[in-house]
């Protein structure tokens, strides 16, 4: 390799991108993980963007006196206190965190769609899961949890209570996903479309679906789709995307690995 070619390659990178880590306790190896992406990548990088279901369910800020809570925002924390700005967009799982835990992990919130630009690129972020207009019963669940009066009530109730509430409506929406099509809960084509018009880009970058790809759509436009994260079970996935100084798009696998 000349040391033209070893400078193309070691590009350094702008931002980094992860979304559907589920982390819980019950899961310490995908836990750990993360941590160890934290370390040993997102260190190396501009900026993180976190798209949504970075936790398997946040019943609201008060939920930080949880010691494992904690440790993830002080991993947050400690990350941008070295520099890397931390971005964050809710998920249909973890929707309800607010400032208090933005604060104690020292990131920043953003709206779901949002655009940014970076290293020569406009790319739209979204979760995703509001492009899944398919599921018309989750699109009804969606509308009703997000609106702020709900919201208020529902943060107003005693924590162990709201667990309980979440506990019991994740229960219910396994059972229902048994018995749905895989191609309703993935996003609708129109509904991209719409996305694409109303953020005027070309690239856009999502989760949610746990179905990570590249998506060349016949217009030229790109849909980048993330993976989710299980690192406790005998084959992990995982992986990430990584945008360099030179605007390349790369998607890593779970051992941070180029997918070719």
């Known amino acids: 390799m000349t040391d033209f070619q070893f400078m193309q390659k070691a590009q350094p990178t702008v931002a980094l991108f992860v979304s559907d880590l589920h982390l819980q306790a019950a899961l310490p190896r995908t836990t750990a993980a993360f941590l160890a992406f934290l370390q040993h990548h997102a260190t190396r990088t501009q900026q993180l963007y976190l798209l949504g279901d970075i936790f398997e369910y946040w019943a609201g800020d008060d939920d930080l006196a949880t010691p494992y809570n904690q440790h993830i925002a002080d991993a947050l924390k400690a990350l941008q206190a070295q520099g890397v700005q931390v971005f964050w967009m809710a998920g249909n799982r ?15 919130l953003l709206p779901d769609p949002h655009v940014i ?9 979204a979760h995703g899961d509001a492009q899944c207009t398919d599921d018309q019963a989750y699109m009804a669940f969606r509308a009703q949890v997000r609106q702020p009066a709900y919201q208020q009530q529902f943060l107003a109730m005693p924590l162990a209570q709201r667990k309980a ?19 309703i809960m993935d996003v609708n084509a129109d509904a991209i479309a719409a996305l694409f018009a109303q953020t ?7 989760g949610h679906t746990h179905r990570p790809a590249l998506h060349r759509l016949g217009d030229g436009k790109l849909r980048y789709v993330l993976p989710d994260w299980e690192y406790d079970v005998e084959a992990p996935r995982g992986g990430w995307i990584s945008l360099s100084a030179d605007g390349v798009l790369r998607r890593m696998d779970a051992n941070g690995d180029e997918i070719a």
């Open 94 to 108: 973890d929707f309800l965190v607010g400032q208090g835990f933005a604060q104690a992990a020292g990131l920043t």
């Open 117 to 125: 630009t970076a290293a020569g690129r406009t790319l739209a972020l």
């Open 165 to 183: 509430i979440i506990e019991g409506i994740r229960k219910n929406s396994q059972d229902a996903n048994q018995s749905k099509e895989m191609a």
């Open 200 to 206: 005027g880009t070309e690239v856009l970058i999502h």
